[in-house]
C-alpha cells in the first residue's frame, strides 16, 4: 500500500504517490539551485513547473489517477536534468 498526496502544481491539484512526491521535490529543489543566482530565476522555476503540470495533465487526460514515480522519471527525462538547464 502506498501514501498518497495532493499537490498543487502551477495552480493543477494532482494526486500523487509518495515516492513519486520526494523525486519531483528533490527535482525542484536541484532545479532551484541550479538557477538560484541567475537573473530571472524564479520565472525561470514557474516556466519549468507549468510546463510538468502540462505533461501530468496530459497523463491525467489519458486516465492516469495518480503520478507515479516513473511518471516523474519520464517528465524529468523529456524536460532535462538541472545540471543541463543552466
Known amino acids: 500500500m502506498k501514501k498518497i498526496l ?4 502551477d495552480g493543477t ?5 509518495e515516492d513519486a512526491y ?21 520565472e525561470i ?3 519549468i513547473e507549468n510546463r510538468i503540470s502540462e505533461l501530468f495533465s496530459e ?3 489519458n486516465g492516469i ?3 507515479t514515480i516513473t511518471h516523474v522519471e ?3 527525462k523529456r524536460m532535462g536534468y538541472p545540471e ?3
Open 65 to 67: 489517477q495518480v503520478i
Open 74 to 76: 519520464e517528465v524529468i
Open 45 to 47: 522555476i514557474n516556466d
Open 6 to 9: 495532493t499537490v498543487n502544481l
Open 13 to 17: 491539484v494532482f494526486h500523487i504517490d
Open 22 to 42: 520526494r523525486l519531483l521535490e528533490n527535482y525542484l529543489s536541484n532545479l532551484k539551485l541550479q538557477f538560484r543566482k541567475q537573473e530571472g530565476a524564479d
Open 84 to 86: 543541463e538547464l543552466a
Open 59 to 61: 497523463k491525467v487526460n
